[in-house]
């Protein structure tokens, strides 16, 4: 149980194209997913939290018009890059939050690798 | 603000070694979670443990065991006869429980089992 699946699991794009990332959870509700961004070789950093239904939660210094996201149900959240560049080239990984008596536990997708060229 | 530090940034071991994992957490809650992932190479990561800050038992799960000092705010990770397919970046990770209950990350530690 507890299967997050991230799509796709790669992408190369040019420079000004807009890409969007899904995050499902498989087997579970998540009313709450997040979203991260790994550079190479250093640890995550949260991007913002999205909830089911309303307007997602962004950490300071994330532009949220830069990174559209999309809660629509409870089983699926879409992180949009918009007019992407090459700085914006990085692992992003999202993870989602199961209820129940492990509501307290993320469990993580497999992550996007995202090129800029 | 929480704060998680791994101050090991990289271990290399012999297959067979006994490795420990440290981490030491910073934070104002009185209640929090615990947290150890492991990311392969393939870059997934792995849920290895929860870990509630009112419970300072020790676990054990077959080769991992886990040392949990509130006195000292540590939390580490110990892998007994450490294997080939130990080899990954293991995190360390605090949440808060009520509110958005975010993960704050330590930097990871790379551990590399040599055969």
């Known amino acids: 149980g507890a299967v997050v699946s991230q799509h796709p699991s790669w992408v190369i794009c040019k420079s000004g194209t807009s890409v969007k990332i899904e995050c499902r959870s498989l087997?579970?509700?998540?009313?709450?997913m997040f979203w991260y961004r790994q550079f190479p070789k250093q640890s995550l950093m949260l991007m913002a939290t999205?909830?089911?239904?309303?307007?997602?939660?962004?950490e300071q210094g994330v532009e949220k018009d830069k990174f559209l996201i999309n809660h629509a149900s409870l089983t699926l959240s879409t992180l949009t890059v918009t007019s992407a560049h090459p700085e914006d080239s990085s692992f992003y990984i999202c993870?989602?939050?199961?209820?129940?008596?492990?509501?307290?536990?993320?469990?993580f997708g497999p992550g996007t690798r995202l090129t800029v060229l | 603000a929480q704060k998680v530090t791994q101050a090991q940034t990289e271990i290399s071991v012999v297959e067979k070694e006994d490795v420990t994992l440290d981490c030491v957490y910073e934070t104002r809650d009185t209640t929090y979670y615990l947290f150890w992932y492991k990311q392969p190479p393939s870059g997934e990561l792995v849920f290895l443990i929860r870990r509630n800050s009112f419970d300072e038992q020790n676990e054990i799960s077959g080769r991992y065991s886990w040392n949990f000092q509130k006195s000292t705010s540590s939390f580490n990770f110990t892998i007994t006869a450490s294997q080939v397919v130990d080899s990954a970046v293991y995190f360390c990770a605090l949440s808060e429980k009520t509110g958005r209950r975010a993960l704050t990350f330590g930097s990871g530690t790379r551990l590399q089992v040599q055969p």
């Open positions: 087997d579970f509700q998540a009313t709450t």
């Open positions: 999205s909830n089911e239904g309303s307007k997602a939660t962004y």
């Open positions: 993870s989602a939050r199961e209820g129940g008596l492990a509501a307290d536990t993320q469990y």
